[in-house]
């Protein structure tokens, strides 16, 4: 089964540089739309298990990638392909939403 990982400033570059496509979900513990999102991000990570990596940045822990990516609402959630950003999106979506951006790059 499919789960959303956690990763750090210390393994994101090494995750991100696949031919698959990779969600990345900024977040943290204290943001009320990032915790709507969780659920919706679990199921698309379930369901693209094999297709698209699926992961979690908490933004507390982790502020140099946060930095790096110029994160500044949450949730914000980036796809990216072969180590370079191909979609963006800010705030709470629905998954219909999410899973169209990620389509493109399978």
Wanted: hydrophobic share 45%; glycine share 6%; aromatic share 8%.
């Amino acid at each position: 089964m499919g789960k959303a990982v956690e990763i750090t400033d210390a393994n994101f570059d090494e995750i991100i540089n696949t031919d698959k496509p990779v969600l990345v979900d900024f977040w943290a513990e204290w943001c009320g739309p990032c915790k709507m999102i969780g659920p919706v991000v679990e199921q698309i990570a379930e369901e693209y298990e094999g297709k698209a990596v699926v992961v979690k940045v908490n933004v507390d822990l982790n502020p140099a990638t946060s930095a790096k990516f110029g994160i500044r609402s949450i949730p914000t959630l980036l796809v990216f392909k072969n180590g370079e950003i191909v979609e963006k999106h800010v705030g709470a979506a629905a998954k219909a939403l999410l899973t169209a951006k990620i389509d493109p790059f399978l």
